[in-house]
């Protein structure tokens, strides 16, 4: 077994998620026997003897030096200038608040950014040519209110009965509901009156009798502290869902994307919270983060590959996390949930080797940090899954602390954002016939899928470029 810190080590999500035997908590997750490729990356000055030497060469790049710059007057006046506009732009006014400091689990460290929302956010996503891949659904959309409603109903009948995660058959309803926001959110690719095609679940089990134990068609998320206990917690690693540790069936690329000389493909998430909001729109803590598409899709964004060779220090052995008795003791008051699931009689799913047997030969994704990054969130969002960088991020203390004390009833706001955040997924398939209708673009997906550049062991290059009228890499 594994034992991984979540604190201080990024693993490529299992399921999209922590993949775990029956122990969860804050600061503890204990993974199968799948090796795992992780960037283990605790800080230099907290390592003591020995673990100082286990650092390896990757994790070292994170601390940078630089020469202390002194600025002329007339930079300081520039950077002045550069300060209020972003003052004035994460200026906290309700549900008009343009954009919030956030900060973003990159693999080198955590960057802050000003992460758009609200209209805003709707704005910028057009102007980059995006609409494609990202659509904030509005919380008065009545065919949201009816998912909201079929997801209340049975969030504990049906999803968390099934260890809150499944394959879409076991939940009809629910995918029917997600099925008409996305024929709304991107009709050119979605609804039948241009030619699209909604089909329900990611594709990835083929196997009738994996179906209904390794499939993850649909989602819920609780956080890691929380009482009642879950499999999957809102996942602060950068990733996209085709690069994950999820099982594949052999050549599910060849099945979920059958006829792919016809079709372009798009894997669209339905992302649904179910917590209180903060008086700016947004849930109160680990919001969802959706990176935009480079130059409209049309590039990918730069990011390592990491590989299980980066899983050894300069001697040739395996980095090792510390044991989980080491994260109990420094953190006793989160182990009550693990001490709770020790002694239960109740077993989870055994997961064993339901894993992508290419994991390991394919490589890791890491997403480097880029000034030109824009990031959007909000608490309903429908977005392309495998063509769109995401995550979760932390809001800035002080701005959350702000809209804490400003709000109508500041003890009831500080028992909400102290809850953590619960969602859930829905995952679809959309696929259109770009040659059927001047002008409609191929998903980058679907081009590298088309072009051998994106294959069930290998991973699609960094910083590749697509022709998606032509639905080619470059």
């Known amino acids: 077994h594994k034992n991984t810190h979540t604190q201080n080590v990024f693993i490529t999500h299992a ?42 060469s990757s994790s070292r790049k994170i601390i940078v030096r630089r020469k202390q710059v002194i600025p002329s007057s007339s930079s300081s006046s520039s950077s002045s200038s550069a300060t209020t506009k972003t003052t004035q732009r994460t200026e ?52 949201l209110k009816i998912l909201l409603n079929v997801i209340e109903k049975d969030w504990d009948r049906i999803g968390v009965k099934n260890k809150n995660a499944g394959h879409h058959t076991l ?28 089909l ?9 009798e994996f179906q209904k134990t390794r499939a993850i068609d649909f989602m819920q998320r609780r956080p890691k502290g929380d009482f009642t206990h879950c499999k999957y917690n809102p996942l602060p690693r950068l990733h996209r869902d085709p690069d994950a540790i999820d099982y594949k069936s052999p050549n599910w690329m060849e099945t979920a994307m059958e006829n792919s000389e016809e079709y372009s493909y798009r894997y669209y998430n339905v992302w649904i919270s179910r917590t ?29 590959i990491r590989t299980e060779k980066d899983n050894l220090d300069e001697n040739g052995n395996e980095i090792k996390p510390p044991s989980a008795f080491e994260q109990i003791k420094s953190n006793p008051m989160a182990a009550a949930p693990i001490v709770m699931n020790m002694f239960s009689t109740k077993k989870g799913k055994d997961f064993g080797d339901a894993t992508d047997p290419n994991y390991l030969a394919r490589g890791s994704p890491e997403l480097i940090a880029d000034d030109e990054h824009e990031w959007v969130t909000g608490p309903f969002v429908a977005f ?12 800035d203390s002080d701005a959350k602390k702000s809209l804490i004390e400003g709000s109508k009833n500041p003890m009831e706001a500080r028992s909400e954002a102290a809850k953590g955040r619960i969602s859930m997924e829905l995952r679809f398939r959309a696929r259109c016939k770009p040659n059927s209708r001047e002008g409609l673009a191929w998903s980058p ?9 994106f294959t069930e062991d290998s991973v699609r ?14």
């Open 15 to 56: 399921f999209c998620g922590t993949m775990t035997t029956s122990l969860t908590t804050s600061s503890i997750t204990t993974t199968t026997t799948t090796r795992l490729l992780y960037s283990y990356s605790p800080s230099p000055s907290g390592l003591k003897g020995s673990a100082k030497r286990r650092v390896s």
């Open 92 to 143: 906290l006014r309700g549900k008009e608040t343009r954009a919030r400091k956030l900060s973003v689990p990159y693999k080198d460290g955590n960057k802050d950014y000003d992460v758009l929302v609200n209209d805003e956010a709707k704005e910028k996503i057009k102007a980059r040519n995006c609409s494609k891949y990202v659509s904030l659904i509005d919380g008065e959309n009545p065919k």
């Open 171 to 198: 939940w009809p309803e629910a995918f029917e509901a997600g099925k008409a926001l996305l024929e709304e959110c991107f009709p050119e690719e979605c609804s039948p009156e241009f030619g699209g095609e909604v």
């Open 200 to 208: 329900n679940g990611v594709g990835f089990v083929n196997e009738p």
């Open 276 to 304: 209180p909001k903060d008086p700016t729109g947004q849930v109160w803590d680990n919001p969802l983060l959706v990176l935009l598409p480079k130059d409209g899709g049309s590039k990918e964004w730069k990011y390592d």
């Open 384 to 395: 392309d899954s495998f063509d769109c960088w995401h995550g979760s991020g932390k809001w």
């Open 445 to 453: 997906v679907s081009a590298a899928y088309r072009s051998n550049k």
């Open 461 to 474: 290059p960094s910083e590749q470029t697509y022709d998606l009228l032509s639905g080619k890499a470059l």
